[in-house]
């Protein structure tokens, strides 16, 4: 079993994250004829030249969000819906989790995804330049970016609670390392998790 293996490699510490996991049915998530491979520890492909992240990254981003019940939560780059529905597992039963995609057909794909798996209310899917963030909805208790940033994106520093948390693989396109940056009142605190690759941010803060 998928998380069993993620639990014993030490990607998945918590019980909240687990119990996630455990959850959301991941091959509702990828193309009809990738099923078979859903539960592999790898990202695959899921059309427009995009991915879903591999699960152990996901594992690492949700264990490293911290996140906790009733939080509002900000996704950059839906992809399929996937993490979105891990994050939204993960902040029930009053939290809630926008997600922006920027290709379309993409995002059709993820609200597709949610609203069979059961998450319609729970995750909304926005087409736009996620790069820029959401201010109608901010400020946001946790902000995370599943694309590669050249930076922070200044918008989405604006838009973090006091008390937040983001996070976003920030360097070149073939390579990022996985920023963590939590805002205490004026002061803004950053950590380095490591290297990671994830495709561009495209957009006015991206690429
Ligand atoms: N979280 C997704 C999942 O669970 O399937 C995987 C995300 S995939 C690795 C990165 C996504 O970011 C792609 O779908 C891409 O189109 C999207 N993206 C890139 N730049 C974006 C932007 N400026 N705004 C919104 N989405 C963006």
């Not at 491979?37 to 427009?48: H, K, M």
């Not at 729970?122 to 995370?144: C, M, Y």
């Not at 963590?180 to 490591?194: A, F, I, M, S």
């Amino acid at each position: 079993m998928l998380v069993d293996r993620l639990v014993r490699r030490g990607y998945i510490v918590s019980s909240v994250v687990e119990e996630a996991m455990r959850r959301v049915p991941r091959e509702e998530f990828v193309p009809e004829r990738l099923r078979s491979e859903a539960y592999v520890d790898t990202p695959l492909p899921i059309g427009t030249g995009q991915t879903i992240s591999a699960p152990h990254m996901v594992a690492i981003m949700v264990e490293k969000l911290d996140l906790k019940s009733g939080q509002k939560v900000l996704e950059v780059g839906a992809g399929s819906g996937y993490h979105a529905a891990v994050v939204a597992e993960a902040v029930s039963p009053d939290g809630h989790v926008y997600t922006i995609e920027r290709i379309e057909p993409l995002a059709r794909f993820a609200e597709g995804n949610l609203r069979r798996t059961g998450y319609k209310d729970t995750v909304t899917v926005i087409i736009g330049d996620g790069s820029k963030g959401l201010a109608e909805h901010a400020p946001f208790d946790r902000i995370f970016v599943a694309c590669s940033a050249p930076d922070v994106p200044a918008p989405l520093l604006e838009q973090l609670a006091d008390g937040g948390k983001m996070l976003v693989p920030v360097g070149s396109r073939a390579y990022q390392d996985l920023i963590c940056v939590e805002r205490r009142g004026h002061q803004l605190l950053k950590e380095n998790y490591g290297g990671c690759v994830f495709v561009p941010l495209i957009g006015e803060f991206g690429y």
